[in-house]
């Protein structure tokens, strides 16, 4: 399975994820070793038309073909920078942004603000 978030659902105190459910009432009972999957790899996306039954190994086929994987695959970012745990944020929607960049984005709005009091004085 891939990374992201997972809709639940709580009925009575009882814990659902949201795209078993639609699977279990559309698509029927949930064959044995097998998981739902999601045709697109966006966990979120539960449509009945982007549901299936398929195998672990299907799943992992689908999130490479989807770049998912490929994604997780990168070791920089844009600017360059290594995404290393110590320069990684983990946003809510699970992708990954860069602290250099973000520190360098934060010293260029300080310059600005400074350079804006210095022009107005
Ligand atoms: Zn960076």
Redesign the pocket.
């Known amino acids: 399975m891939g990374g992201g978030p997972v809709l639940m659902l709580s009925i009575k105190q009882q814990h659902y994820r949201v795209h078993a459910l639609v699977a279990e009432v559309f698509l029927g009972p949930r064959p044995e070793g097998m998981f739902v999957c999601h045709k697109d790899d966006v966990r979120t996306n539960n449509r009945l038309s982007n549901l299936y039954y398929g195998t672990h190994s299907e799943n992992t086929v689908d999130s490479v073909r989807n770049g998912t994987h490929n994604n997780a695959r990168k070791t920089h970012?844009k600017?360059g920078?290594e995404f290393t745990p110590e320069n990684t944020y983990i946003l809510k929607t699970g992708s990954r942004s860069?602290k250099?960049?973000a520190q360098e984005r934060n010293r260029q709005t300080k310059r600005r603000i400074r350079e804006r009091r210095l022009a107005s004085a």
């Open positions: 970012c600017r920078h860069c250099a960049c």
